[in-house]
T-cell receptor, first 113, second 111 residues
């Protein structure tokens, strides 16, 4: 089952603009993570936010987490053409025991130069 | 050079044939995972292993099998029982409550 669902499914912006992607999930989590995937490649970890954190920054990335709404957002500021990729959220959670990361369906970001 | 290596990069399977995808890591991580990705979709968990000689089914384990005889290796066999195996397969390693590290993937095509 897909724990996380990203919104929007696709996003097209101009270079220099900000890009915001949202993720919703269903169960209690230990942490939520964001990954990036270039076409046909493996995933690269961007940022991890723990369940007791509300906001985290890393360079041009800003992640927020609202556990009461079971949602997270990823903001990429001052986007560049090189940011074009698919972005996935993933949750680390307990079910009947710990299980592997569960991924959402992703947001495909296109940054126009 | 530390990391996780998947091979081959491209694999072709005939109908009714079993094939094995390799995943090797030298990060000394206990946990290893296999995911399947269909075009334009997210990742779905096939199997995962938290320790040597132990593994658990994920959400779509039917038609797949794994083994974990060594900490460094977690091969995935796509059996003839998997009726729609064409997909991109990703292997990952990690530690509980931290980030996962992914290989570059194997693209499997049925011919």
């Amino acid at each position: 089952s897909q724990q996380g669902e990203e919104d929007p499914q696709a996003l097209s912006i101009q270079e220099g603009e900000n890009a915001t992607m949202n993720c919703s999930y269903k169960t209690s989590i230990n942490n939520l993570q964001w990954y990036r995937q270039n076409s046909g490649r493996g995933l690269v970890h961007l940022i991890l936010i723990r369940s007791n954190e509300r906001e985290k920054h890393s360079g041009r990335l800003r992640v927020t987490l609202d556990t009461s709404k079971k949602s997270s957002s990823l903001l990429i500021t001052a986007s560049r053409a090189a940011d074009t990729a698919s972005y996935f959220c993933a949750t680390d959670a307990w079910d009947t025991g710990w299980r592997a990361l569960t991924f959402g369906s992703g947001t495909r970001l296109q940054v126009q130069p | 050079d530390g990391g996780i290596t998947q091979s081959p990069k491209y694999l072709f399977r005939k109908e009714g044939q079993n094939v094995t995808l390799s995943c090797e890591q030298n990060l000394n991580h206990d946990a290893m995972y296999w995911y399947r990705q269909d075009p334009g979709q997210g990742l779905r968990l096939i199997y995962y292993s938290q320790i040597v000689n132990d593994f658990q089914k994920g959400d779509i384990a039917e038609g797949y099998s794994v083994s974990r005889e060594k900490k460094e290796s977690f091969p995935l066999t796509v059996t003839s029982a998997q009726k729609n195996p064409t997909a991109f397969y990703l292997c990952a390693t990690g530690l509980r409550n931290t980030e996962a590290f992914f290989g570059q993937g194997t693209r499997l095509t049925v011919v």
